[in-house]
Each structure stands twice: as structure tokens, then as C-alpha cells.
């Protein structure tokens, strides 16, 4: 499949942007989320443990700043008599602005979570109607956070025609894309924009602005309704897939999906490949893959897993500063992009085998490259100078190694490199240089 097709589905002009006050959402954003973790069993002092392991652990430091609460923080089957959302007076015994002062007082910033229905996939109350209130009330509790999520809207909500979803035959090793949705697809040249899904995300984005605290919107609409062109104007980041999990093959699927959409991604607009799942059932290799290419992709990075269990390896990879400085890079908003597939034909769809080779340019004048092995064997992959765009003409360039930060001095023309099964090797390169060539 070429990429044309995903691309040109997705092309949104960056002046039509959210642009919020502060600097909101220009970057990527860093955080962690309760719903990978701890799905509805939550309390206050999960998230205040969240929180202070940001500080323990290091972690804001590097730049983590946001602590997510996901559903099921409210009760659940009503409103107050002024129509406001009511927190979990035994979840939350300080509501949740109590919980947001704790947190803001230890220099971090707090999420909350509702949906674009009339309850939330947990079924709790929902926003749809009700944006105005709800947007009020969370601005008065001091959230710096929504996500926004796509459950149980009305069938009137439904949208006239459907956006072509791509997917890959993984049992059949089917390598162009199959689209899911078959019947009452949009015509060609559609504009989503006008979907019913975007009016009921919309909404809350005015709701939000219409507040005078700045609120990073996070739209979780599971990549539907063609959101690829009107994301970028509605929200700060928006889903380009469903759901993931902590199953490889499932990381392998949505960075496939998401290899597609990138060229929608710049500052105050992020393509978001869904939440870390780095320290639940992945092994130290695939957390490396999943992190390096998540950061590549400049998706937000919310960190997933109970940090008061986690370990050392898995903590290293979500510290890694090589990755976390091009994903939050200040000077080029462009992602990383595939500039070769590997296993497959250049512009193939398939999860099996996404693409292996990726590469952009840092605001240092380095380039990061990103060498993935899908397979569960080591391989050999070689970094080829002349097949990197970022490089233009020379044959030397300085290499140091992502995730060591170790000089691997001036290498010309190529590298070769071990890769273990389901890892990713990380390069800087810079120069060009002159120095004595490295063996690699």
C-alpha cells in the first residue's frame, strides 16, 4: 500500500492547530495514566504514589509531568442538584480538587477523564450536552488534563458515512491493507470535518477554550472518522488507533497503523499511538521497541505500568534522555519517519513486519536512526548512509549509541549491528566528521 493513501487521508494544513496559552500541548506530552495499571480500582493515594515516585524515580526530572486519572472516579449514576459531575467521595475524600492541590504542591500537573457520550465506557457520567458545565467544573478543580474518550453516544450521533479503517490479514500474512469497514463507506474527497464525530469532540474543545485555565485536550476517538484531518484543529493529540494492551502483537499492530499517519504530526499536534504499556507483560526488548518508536513517532508518552512495582530495566528505558529530547525536541516538531521497511517492500502494510528503519533530524543537527528487529531471533541491521534522508552527501559521520550514550567514533559509509529479538538499536548521527573509521 502506498503511502500516499494514508497520508493524504490524514494532510491537515499545521496553521489550522490548536494553539492554547502556556505552551500547552506545543510538545508531546509526559505523563502517567491510572487505566493500564489499575483500570477502576483507583484512589486517591495511587495517584499521589504516582506522583511522588515522579520524584523518587527520577522521572520528572526528564521531563514527566502529568498524573492521568482515567474512568470510574465519579459516582457513577448521578449529577449533583447543579448539575455537576460528583468524584468518589470514598475513591477522592478530598474531591478532586483536594487530590489536584496535592499534586500541583509537588510541582506536577493532573488529568481527569470523561467521553464525547452520555456515559463513559465505564459507565459513569458522561459529557455529550453537558460540555459547558463540565469544563467549568474542571477548570474550578485546577485539571491541566482531559482525555476524551468515545463511548456511548446516542444513535442520532452516529455518522452518516464510515472512514475507511485499515487493517492487515495477520493470519493469512495478507501484506496490503484490508479496509474493516466495508459498507457505507464516505465518498472520495469526504470531508470529515463535518462527521458527527468531530461536532461531538468540537464541543468540548470550545467548552474547554471558553475557560481561562488552559487545558491539554487529548481526543480518544480511536482513530475513526477520518480524525487524521480534523484532529489537528480540535485537539492537542488525537488516537490515531483503537485500543492497545500488553501484548506484543498488539504494539506491533498500532505502530504499523501509525507509521502511516505521520506526516499530520508537528508542534501543537500529536498523532497519539496510545499509552506506554513499558513494565506490564512486555519483555526489557520489546519495552525498548515500544518506547524508542513511540518517542520517534512524537505520540505522547504516558507511562502505564504501577511505578511503585517497577523495574530497573523497564524504569532505565522510560528515562532515557537520547529519545525523551527528540520526542519533546523545542526546534523540529517533525517525527521520525520510516525511510525503509526491511522485511517487506517499502510502503507495506502489515503488523508482522512494520517498518524497520526510521530516521529525523534534532535540533542540535544530529539525526536520530532507529533500527527494529520484528523477529525473535538476533539479526544483523545495517544503518546504510546513503538511504538516510537526514544525510546528504557525506560518507563519515560521528555515531554515538542511543541507549548507552557511548562514542562509537567516525564511521563511514555503514554500520552493522546485533540486534536482539523484538529490540531496537538507537544511533546520533552527526558530522560529517574526519576522524579514523570505526569497525562496526
Not at 491541566?144 to 452516529?158: G, R
Not at 523497564?314 to 517525527?335: E, H, I, M, R, S
Not at 521520525?336 to 526491511?342: E, I, L, Q, R, S
Not at 532507529?370 to 531471533?377: D, E, Q, R, V
Request: aromatic share 12%.
Amino acid at each position: 500500500m502506498r503511502a500516499s493513501r494514508y497520508f493524504i487521508l490524514g494532510s491537515v494544513p499545521i496553521a489550522s492547530a490548536l494553539v492554547l496559552k502556556n505552551n500547552v500541548g506545543r510538545l508531546p506530552a509526559l505523563g502517567w495514566n491510572s487505566w493500564n495499571a489499575f483500570a477502576c480500582n483507583i484512589e486517591e493515594s495511587k495517584f499521589l504514589t504516582a506522583a511522588q515516585k515522579f520524584i523518587d524515580l527520577g522521572l520528572k526530572d526528564v521531563g514527566y509531568e502529568y498524573v492521568n486519572i482515567d474512568d470510574c472516579w465519579q459516582v457513577k449514576d448521578r449529577r449533583d442538584s447543579n448539575g455537576r459531575l460528583i468524584p468518589d467521595p470514598k475513591k477522592f475524600p478530598d474531591g478532586i480538587s483536594g487530590t489536584a492541590k496535592k499534586i500541583h504542591d509537588m510541582g506536577l500537573k493532573i488529568g481527569i477523564y470523561s467521553s464525547a457520550g452520555t456515559l463513559t465506557c465505564a459507565l459513569y457520567q458522561a459529557s455529550l450536552g453537558k460540555e459547558a458545565i463540565d469544563a467549568q467544573t474542571w477548570a474550578e478543580w485546577g485539571i491541566d488534563y482531559l482525555k476524551y474518550d468515545n463511548c456511548q453516544f446516542p444513535s442520532n450521533w452516529n455518522d452518516k458515512c464510515d472512514f475507511c479503517v485499515w487493517d492487515d490479514d495477520r493470519t493469512s500474512g495478507l501484506r496490503n491493507g484490508t479496509c474493516t469497514t466495508s459498507k457505507n463507506l464516505c465518498a472520495a474527497g469526504y470531508d470529515y470535518g463535518a462527521s458527527n464525530t468531530a461536532k461531538r469532540f468540537s464541543a468540548m474543545r470550545d467548552a474547554l477554550l471558553a475557560q481561562s485555565r488552559p487545558i491539554l485536550y487529548s481526543l480518544c476517538e480511536w482513530g475513526l472518522a477520518g480524525v487524521q484531518q480534523w484532529g489537528n484543529a480540535t485537539g492537542s493529540s488525537w488516537r490515531a488507533t483503537g485500543d492497545i494492551s500488553a501484548k506484543w502483537t498488539r504494539v506491533l499492530s498500532i505502530l504499523n497503523q501509525n507509521s502511516f499517519y505521520l506526516n499530520n504530526v508537528d508542534f501543537w499536534g500529536h498523532s497519539d499511538a496510545d499509552m506506554l504499556e513499558v513494565g506490564n507483560n512486555l519483555n526489557v526488548a520489546e519495552g525498548r521497541s515500544h518506547f524508542a518508536l513511540w518517542a520517534a513517532m512524537k505520540s505522547p508518552l504516558l507511562i502505564g505500568t504501577d511505578l511503585a512495582k517497577i523495574k530497573t530495566d523497564d524504569l532505565k528505558t522510560l528515562k532515557n534522555t537520547n529519545l525523551l529530547a527528540f520526542n519533546q525536541d523545542p526546534v523540529y516538531g517533525k517525527p521520525a519517519m520510516p525511510y525503509k521497511w526491511g522485511t517487506n517492500p517499502n510502503w507495506t502494510f502489515n503488523s508482522s513486519f512494520p517498518a524497520e528503519f526510521w530516521s529525523g533530524a534534532y535540533s542540535n543537527g544530529s539525526t536520530l536512526v532507529l533500527m527494529f528487529n520484528p523477529y525473535t531471533a538476533t539479526k544483523t541491521k545495517t544503518a546504510v548512509w546513503g538511504e538516510i534522508p537526514q544525510l546528504k552527501g557525506g560518507s563519515r559521520y560521528q555515531v554515538t549509541d542511543v541507549w548507552t550514550g557511548q562514542s562509537l567514533g567516525c564511521v563511514q559509509d555503514k554500520l552493522d549491528m546485533q540486534v536482539g529479538a523484538h529490540d531496537t538499536a538507537g544511533l546520533w548521527i552527526s558530522g560529517p566528521c574526519t576522524g579514523k573509521s570505526f569497525s562496526g
